[in-house]
T-cell receptor, first 116, second 116 residues
Framework: DAGITQSPRHKVTETGTPVTLRCHQTENHRYMYWYRQDPGHGLRLIHY???????DKGEVSDGYSVSRSKTEDFLLTLESATSSQTSVYFC???????????????FGEGSRLTVL | AQSVTQLGSHVSVSEGALVLLRCNYS??????LFWYVQYPNQGLQLLLKYTSAATLVKGINGFEAEFKKSETSFHLTKPSAHMSDAAEYFC??????????????FGKGTKLSVKP
């Protein structure tokens, strides 16, 4: 199994509070992703990173920010959580091989966030 | 923009019966295509992927999928369902070119139930 650890695995918080989810990898992969999973929507990309301090927005980035100060850590921050951000958040990593963009995604176990 | 449509949010089969999960994609150029499986309370794991080699792709656990360009389809099949196949299955597409190459776009998922 790929070495991906998400923390916390479960969190309940109140509307308006800041929340940070952490993804830690031991694979030294260059690419890291944050997805959210909601019933009826599948997985939707929030943000991704293609290197230290290199990040870009995904499909549903509003209300989220990310940071990557080290290869192994990718943080997802909700500055002011809302009930619509109640979801299961998945971190994924990928090592796109030289000359190829078909790198498999390896997923963490997920972080379940409830915003009351 | 690329997209993926999975026909049927729920599919139920009897143990030993054929499994057929449907996926159609929209893309201006032949994309890379993936099937992932998610067991309850777990992350996603790769079943198989199409990267423009053979159009019939074999994956883990006896699953296979066939890329049909004329039908823009990448349906997942397994000849004989097992109880352990009960899970949610996601089809995904990734761009070959451009700034977001390698980022996966997921379908909404199909939950497979297997009856004894």
């Amino acid at each position: 199994d790929a070495g991906i650890t998400q923390s916390p695995r479960h969190k309940v918080t109140e509307t308006g509070t800041p929340v940070t989810l952490r993804c830690h990898q031991t694979e030294n992969h260059r690419y890291m992703y944050w997805y959210r999973q909601d019933p009826g929507h599948g997985l939707r990309l929030i943000h991704y990173s293609y290197g230290v301090k290199d990040t870009d927005k995904g499909e549903v980035s509003d209300g989220y920010s990310v940071s990557r100060s080290k290869t192994e850590d990718f943080l997802l921050t909700l500055e002011s959580a809302t009930s619509s951000q109640t979801s299961v958040y998945f971190c994924a990593i990928s090592e796109r091989l030289a000359g190829s963009n078909t790198g498999e995604l390896f997923f963490g176990e997920g972080s379940r966030l409830t915003v009351l | 923009a690329q997209s993926v449509t999975q026909l049927g949010s729920h599919v139920s089969v009897s143990e030993g019966a054929l499994v057929l999960l449907r996926c159609n994609y929209s893309s201006s150029v032949p994309p890379y295509l993936f099937w992932y499986v998610q067991y309850p309370n777990q992350g996603l794991q790769l079943l198989l992927k199409y990267t423009s080699a053979a159009t019939l792709v074999k994956g883990i656990n006896g699953f296979e999928a066939e890329f049909k360009k004329s039908e823009t389809s990448f349906h997942l099949t397994k000849p004989s369902a097992h109880m352990s196949d009960a899970a949610e299955y996601f089809c995904a597409v990734s761009e070959r070119y451009g700034g977001s190459q390698g980022n996966l776009i997921f379908g909404k998922g199909t939950k497979l139930s297997v009856k004894p």
